[in-house]
């Protein structure tokens, strides 16, 4: 019998594992017994498999491979799953499909490296550990952020990343589509957000306030095809597509296109060619928050996710101070300065996004300053988790020192460009628990997960997104899925890991 590996090289680690002798092969006679509810499983199942494999794994009341929904495993939530693996047969059991689409990932990862290729790996023996398998998350986010506002990516890299963070069990692709420097979400009714607003003259070089720049226009944006396309692709992998569309703040593509929207509607904007925090914003009159709501009308038909995430964070309010008009809004509303205009403005988009049965999310400056019906991201500090849980926020932990991907991953001067600041490395995304050591209870079940951020100014390619998510992200999918895990043993795994990671052609960070 060929040596396999280990079923204890898992990533994320399953919550219970019992090895038993002997492996399940899966070879041109096997058939999969597809239960009722399980046909998207069974059609994920043959569409991973297939390119590496050949093995057409068709249906049969029979099949040695089962697939069912059992309403028993309730208690192991939406995403969790049993899978048992014997010499004969293999059954593979959860409440939910989105638990049947994890134990798939669990699959995959059981077999050799090989079978995470794109091209046929015929002389491999396809054989499976013998084992039960019971597993579900800890924490209902984990997620992982890929700007495209200041660096476009195609469509067909987007739906790559998806598979790789499918295969972590990642359940929320935050898709951050527009900001200062790019937007890429087509809107009918405005179509020159794109057309003006996708495109830039040049691209900063150097850190943010070091003048250099690229001198390379930049632009890119996605069809609505595209977008409805990458949604169906995700969900089909059990993985929901929230995108970011951000305001009042980070918005100078958006006035560069439509100036009326701004403070200054006599001004004519580029879309700005530099990195950090621009001062200009959105105005707040009346016909703005027009704007505001027939956009998210339009991200609403085309993302279901319950979530949509609007930005809210590093809004100057100079202009706000300085507009006779947004003084005169802020005293009509009864606000204490132009300053409150922040609050006030997040509150109607929030109330707007309630009323349509969607739950709006923040980027949280302290935790404290989003109005209640917003789930929070908190970033700056890692305290500000606990004030907004506090508050009774459902909270997001995206701390920088360990989710944000754009900082280097060691101080060795060989590392390619980053944004300036701390290191993260790999054990500081391994180490880092979402949930405070001091949360009272109550407050640490508001406590949703975390998520990586890979914000671009510094990366422009597939292979530099790779290198700098990976390892990284394989830490931090593995504490937010399986919780406190040992260094040791998760290196471990991480060391076997690595060989599917070769097998799917990821330049990750050695």
Not at 10 to 18: G, N
Not at 228 to 243: D, E, I, N, S
Not at 336 to 351: D, R
Not at 358 to 369: D, L, Y
Request: net charge negative; aromatic share 8%; charged share 20%.
């Amino acid at each position: 019998m060929p040596v396999h590996r280990s079923v204890l090289t898992l990533v994320p680690r399953p919550a219970k594992t019992v090895p038993r002798p002997g492996y399940f092969t899966l070879d041109a006679g096997t058939a999969l017994h597809i239960g009722a509810g399980t046909e998207q499983a069974a059609e994920l199942l043959r569409t991973l498999l297939a390119p590496a494999t050949g093995l057409a794994l068709r249906p049969s009341p029979g099949g040695q491979v089962k697939l069912a929904v059992d309403s028993t495993l309730g208690t192991l939530g939406d995403e969790g799953y049993v899978l048992t693996i014997a010499p004969d047969a293999m059954l593979l059991r959860a409440a939910h499909l989105t638990g049947l689409l994890r134990g798939i990932q669990t699959v995959r990862q059981l077999l050799p490296p090989q079978a995470l290729s794109e091209t046929p790996q015929g002389d491999t023996p396809w054989l499976l550990p013998c084992s039960e398998i019971t597993d579900h998350p800890r924490h209902p986010w984990r997620g992982a952020m890929l700007d495209v506002a200041r660096h476009f990516q195609p469509v067909s890299y987007l739906r790559r990343y998806v598979d790789l963070l499918a295969l972590h069990k990642i359940s929320v692709f935050h898709l951050h589509l527009t900001d200062d420097q790019g937007w890429r979400m087509p809107v009918t009714a405005r179509p020159k957000l794109t057309e003006i607003g996708g495109h830039r003259t040049e691209s900063q070089k150097g850190p943010a306030g070091s003048g250099e720049f690229d001198g390379i226009p930049h632009g890119g944006a996605y069809t609505r095809a595209e977008l409805t396309g990458l949604v169906r692709y995700a969900a089909a992998r059990g993985v929901t597509v929230m995108p970011e569309i951000e305001m009042p703040g980070h918005v100078r593509a958006a006035l560069a296109a439509y100036p009326s929207l701004g403070n200054r509607p006599e001004h004519s904007l580029d879309v700005w060619t530099r990195w950090g925090v621009c001062d200009t914003v959105l105005g707040v009159h009346d016909e703005v928050l027009e704007f505001c709501r027939d956009v998210l009308d339009e991200v609403m038909d085309v993302f279901p996710s319950p979530y949509i995430h609007v930005g809210g964070e590093e809004c100057p309010t100079t202009e706000w101070t300085h507009s006779a008009a947004a003084r005169e809004r802020a005293v009509a509303e009864g606000l204490s300065n132009p300053e409150a205009l922040h609050g006030w403005f997040l509150g109607q988009i929030g109330e707007f996004l309630v009323r349509r049965g969607r739950r709006p999310v923040g980027w949280a400056e302290t935790g404290a300053e989003l109005p209640l019906d917003f789930t929070v991201m908190t970033w700056r500090d890692s305290a500000h988790t606990l004030t907004a849980a506090r508050r009774g926020h459902p909270v997001v932990s995206a701390y920088h020192r360990a989710t944000y991907l754009d900082y280097a991953q060691s101080d060795d001067p060989g590392e390619p460009p980053a944004q300036p600041g701390t290191v993260v490395d790999l054990r500081a995304a391994h180490a880092h628990d979402p949930v405070p050591e001091d949360a009272e209870p109550d407050v640490a079940g508001r406590v949703l997960g975390t998520q990586a951020q890979l914000w671009t100014e510094f990366v422009t390619t597939p292979a530099h997104i790779e290198y700098l998510t990976y390892p990284r992200l394989c830490a931090l999918a593995d504490r937010a899925w399986s919780g406190a895990t040992d260094w040791a043993d998760f290196r471990s795994r991480l060391d076997e890991h690595t060989a599917r990671l070769d097998a799917l052609g990821v330049r990750y960070h050695p």
